[in-house]
C-alpha cells in the first residue's frame, strides 16, 4: 500500500539554525501539504501546494517558511531561522485532487534548543 | 474563514458502550468534512469525509457520521466500541484551506 514517508523522524536543532524537513508524497498525488502539531496542541494547517507553486498558506506560514518540490519525488519544508516556538511534529500529507482523502506521513518531530 | 469546534476534550466509555463525538463547523457554504483518528506517536488516519450526497457517510472501523446542515454539524458516531479505539479524534474543515478542531481524546474503559 502507497505511503507518505518523512525524514527524520526526529531533528534537534538550535535556535536559530536552518532545517530542511523531507517527505517523499504518495507517488501520483498532485497536491502536497503540511500542517503542524505543537505537543499537546491541535493540528494546524501550514501550507498546500500544487503544480509547483504555494496554493493557500496559513498566518503561521511567514518568511521564515519556505517549501519545495526539488525533484520528482521529494517536498520539503525548510524553516530558515528556527525559533523555540517553531519546536512541534511537522506532518506532511498528500492527495490525488485538492482536499480529497489526504494522506498523511508519520511525521517529523522537531526540538529547538 | 471556515472554523472547527469539538466541545469535548476528553471522553471516557466502555468497552462496548456507543460512542458519539460531537463536531461543528463555521463556514458560509458546505465545506468538505473529515474525520481523522491519531493513535499515540502516529500520524492521522482518515476515518471517513463528506462531499455532497448521502448526510449519512460510513467509514472505517465501523465509524459512521451525519452531516447535518441546519445544525452545523458532523459528529461521528460508532454503535460498539472497542479497546483499540482509544486515541485522539479531529474533526476537520476543508475550504480555502484546511481547519482542523482541537480534538477529543477517547478512553476506553474495560
Known amino acids: 500500500e502507497p505511503e507518505v514517508t518523512q525524514t527524520p523522524s526526529h531533528q534537534v536543532t538550535q535556535m536559530g539554525q536552518e532545517v530542511i524537513l523531507r517527505c517523499v508524497p504518495i507517488?501520483?498525488?498532485?497536491?502536497f501539504y503540511w500542517y503542524r502539531q505543537i505537543l499537546g496542541q491541535k493540528v494546524e494547517f501550514l501550507v498546500s501546494?500544487?503544480?509547483?507553486?504555494?496554493?493557500?498558506k496559513s498566518e503561521i506560514f511567514d518568511d521564515q517558511f519556505s517549501v519545495e518540490r526539488p525533484d520528482g519525488s521529494n517536498f520539503t519544508l525548510k524553516i530558515r531561522s528556527t525559533k523555540l516556538e517553531d519546536s512541534a511534529m511537522y506532518f506532511c500529507?498528500?492527495?490525488?485532487?485538492?482536499?480529497?482523502?489526504?494522506?498523511f506521513g508519520p511525521g517529523t518531530r522537531l526540538t529547538v534548543l | 474563514a471556515q472554523s472547527v469546534t469539538q466541545p469535548d476534550i476528553h471522553i471516557t466509555v466502555s468497552e462496548g458502550a456507543s460512542l458519539e463525538l460531537r463536531c461543528n463547523y463555521s463556514?458560509?457554504?458546505?465545506?468538505?468534512l473529515f474525520w481523522y483518528v491519531q493513535s499515540p506517536g502516529q500520524g492521522l488516519q482518515l476515518l471517513l469525509k463528506y462531499f455532497s450526497g448521502d448526510t449519512l457517510v460510513q467509514g472505517i472501523k465501523g465509524f459512521e457520521a451525519e452531516f447535518k446542515r441546519s445544525q452545523s454539524s458532523f459528529n461521528l458516531r460508532k454503535p460498539s466500541v472497542h479497546w483499540s479505539d482509544a486515541a485522539e479524534y479531529f474533526c476537520?474543515?476543508?475550504?480555502?484551506?484546511?481547519?482542523f478542531g482541537a480534538g477529543t481524546r477517547l478512553t476506553v474503559k474495560p
Open positions: 500529507a498528500s492527495s490525488g485532487r485538492e482536499y480529497n482523502e489526504q494522506f
Open positions: 507517488s501520483n498525488h498532485l497536491y
Open positions: 501546494f500544487y503544480n509547483n507553486e504555494i496554493s493557500e
Open positions: 463556514y458560509g457554504a458546505t465545506p468538505y
Open positions: 476537520a474543515v476543508a475550504a480555502n484551506d484546511m481547519r
